[in-house]
């Protein structure tokens, strides 16, 4: 896939929406390890999405839903139905009515998203980009400064059975580190911390791989994961 350097922000956002034919996917991930600026573009487009994925609960689909959908779509002609198949990819009937309904769905799941990100109130105070060794971005970290954060995992991690995935805060030297909290598996989450100063900028945030249960000190005592520090939305 080649593409012109102005382009990159518009591809970025793309690649994370889903948007991109699977073989333009993976050349964009290929191009990733060798491009700073795309990668830094895929991060950003997803700390700007990542309302869409924290912050609408699932919701259950009846089959209403579905009857209302096919409703909507054009009517078809059912002379055209005990037609013999002519190829391997003839555009049947059935293919592009499901193909629609899927369409449709996903138009209305998109639109419920994007209308909670915008209409939202809550804003994050800070912002924290968690990078590994390698410089990998792993994760993001949105505080809002009232016991609550939000974690989005952008990177699978291996997590052995007896142990867990811990995010901690570094709010001041006098503090020290202070757990927000544990991670089911390798997803991302909301998470509800203790009652902490309000976040600032530079303030550090890092997830560790603890033992079940959480770090039995208080303090982090696994490998760190990964790690950065908050900045301010602008």
């Given amino acids: 896939m080649t593409f012109d350097r ?4 518009a591809i970025a956002d793309d ?23 795309l990668r830094a ?7 700007r999405f990542l309302p869409l994925d924290t912050g609408v609960e699932p919701a259950a689909v009846n089959g209403e839903l579905w009857n209302n959908i096919e409703s909507r779509l054009p009517p078809q002609d059912k002379s055209t139905a005990n037609r013999p198949i002519r190829t391997a990819n003839d555009n049947k ?9 899927s369409a ?14 915008l209409t939202r109130t809550a804003e994050p105070l800070v912002i924290a980009v968690l990078l590994n060794e390698a410089g990998e971005v792993q994760a993001v970290v949105e505080d809002f400064g009232n016991e609550k954060a939000t974690l989005r995992m952008l990177a699978d991690f291996a ?33 509800e911390g203790p009652v902490l100063p309000t976040p600032r900028s530079d303030q550090l ?26 900045r301010m939305p602008r």
């Fill in 6 to 9: 102005e382009d990159i922000p």
């Fill in 15 to 37: 690649y994370v929406l889903g948007l991109l034919e699977a073989s333009d996917a993976e050349a964009i991930e290929a191009a990733m390890e060798r491009d700073g600026e």
């Fill in 41 to 47: 573009a895929i991060a950003k487009s997803r700390e």
């Fill in 93 to 101: 009937r059935n293919r592009w009515r499901s193909i629609a309904i």
């Fill in 104 to 117: 449709i769905a996903a138009t209305v799941v998109l639109a419920a998203g994007l209308t909670f990100s």
């Fill in 159 to 191: 997590v052995p059975q007896d142990k867990t995935i811990q995010l901690w805060t570094l709010p001041s030297r006098e503090v020290g580190p202070v757990s927000l909290g544990l991670i089911d598996g390798v997803r991302s989450a909301r998470l």
């Fill in 205 to 230: 945030y890092e997830i560790t791989l603890e033992q079940a249960g959480g770090s039995p000190t208080g303090r982090p005592t696994g490998p760190i994961l990964a790690k950065g520090f908050a």
